[in-house]
């Protein structure tokens, strides 16, 4: 099976910084792209960045230019810059690995809790 397991939430004061982490129990390779979501309370799961195995990374537009999604493929894991954090970033963020050959699969963590309040 595969396993995801993400790290790095916590609470943080408006115009602070976060690290998150995804190890992957597998190379990070044998997917076809990785991703980080997140979800607030009473919202769906949304869509914050993208990293494929091929091709450019990708953003949320509310994510532009403050978070930096990359990877450390030696480690089998993604990480998730957050910087100048706002109360609205607040939610549960998920790690998401993406299979599509030989047949389509999507795995998910257990998610970290983001909390940005004053």
């Known amino acids: 099976q595969v396993q995801l397991v993400e790290s790095g939430g916590g609470l943080v004061h408006p115009g602070g910084s976060l690290s998150l982490s995804c190890a992957a129990s597998e190379s990070i390779f044998s997917f076809v792209a990785m991703g980080w979501y997140h979800q607030a309370p009473g919202k769906q799961r949304e869509l914050v960045a993208t990293?494929?195995?091929?091709?450019?990374?990708a953003y949320a537009d509310s994510a532009k230019g403050r978070f930096t999604i990359s990877r450390d493929n030696a480690k089998n894991t993604v990480y998730l810059q957050m910087n100048s954090l706002k109360p609205e970033d607040t939610a549960v963020y998920f790690c998401?690995?993406?299979?599509?050959?030989?047949?389509?699969?999507?795995?998910w963590g257990q998610g970290t809790q983001v909390t940005v309040s004053s």
């Open positions: 998401n690995a993406a299979r599509r050959f030989p047949s389509e699969a999507n795995y």
């Open positions: 990293i494929p195995r091929i091709g450019s990374t």
